[in-house]
């Protein structure tokens, strides 16, 4: 009789180590939270991910680090849709020296890789000379077709236009990545 009450003892610490071991297991291939955030923006559904946004725009995915609404306020002065719209190219610059490089790089990698899904050629360089073999282009080299995007710091944050170089200036480092994701809802239409 004992040997039977040490057999079920022994089973039933066994499930218990069990249950443990796989209620762990799925907390780390599945998460904590089988809740999926979403938030919807003039009809496009946003999907929250750890490290971004994600949105079906005309049939394709596209990434950001902010919604819609976080970035509406970012200043805009110009028509800049009918300059970044329907582009097949658009060359991006900023000054190799800046403080700001690091945050700028950033956020022009992550416009291409976004651009890049929807066929759109990213072009980046710098406004001079540098050590990383990169095409120097600056404002004067904007054009209908390939418009250019100056990168730069500035104590307020803003984008706009001189003369046909469109101009992307942030005041912070986490505002130059505000300002990639509203100069990618303006190519895309989400704003205006």
Same mark, same amino acid.
């Given at each position: 009789?004992?040997e039977?009450?040490e ?11 069990i249950?443990m ?15 999926e955030e979403k ?7 946003f ?17 950001? !680090?902010? %919604?819609?609404?976080? +970035?509406?306020?970012?200043?805009? #002065?110009?028509?800049? &849709?009918?300059r /970044?719209?329907?582009?097949p ?41 540098s ?6 282009i600056?404002?004067?080299? !904007?054009? %209908?077709?390939?418009? +250019?995007?100056?990168?730069?710091? #500035?104590?307020?944050? &803003?984008?706009? /236009? ?31």
């Amino acid at each position: 009789m004992k040997e039977k009450k040490e057999k079920k003892r022994w089973w039933l610490i066994l499930f218990i180590v069990i249950i443990m071991i796989g209620t762990s297991f799925s907390f780390v291939f599945f998460g904590f939270s089988g809740v999926e955030e979403k938030v919807k923006y003039n009809g496009i559904v946003f999907v929250k991910f750890p490290d971004r946004w994600e949105a079906k725009i005309n049939g394709r995915t596209a990434a950001f !680090s902010f %919604l819609p609404a976080d +970035v509406e306020n970012v200043p805009v #002065s110009g028509d800049l &849709s009918k300059r /970044l719209q329907d582009k097949p190219e658009i060359d991006i610059t900023y000054d190799s020296n800046s403080s700001n490089s690091q945050s700028i790089a950033l956020a022009e990698h992550q416009m291409s890789l976004t651009l890049a899904n929807y066929g759109i050629y990213v072009r980046q360089g710098f406004t001079a000379n540098s050590t990383f073999e990169l095409p120097v282009i600056i404002c004067d080299d !904007s054009t %209908l077709n390939v418009p +250019v995007v100056y990168f730069r710091y #500035s104590n307020s944050t &803003s984008i706009g /236009l001189e003369g046909d170089c469109i101009t992307a200036e942030a005041s912070s480092s986490a505002d130059f990545i505000k300002v990639k994701d509203r100069l990618l809802y303006i190519i895309f239409g989400v704003l205006k």
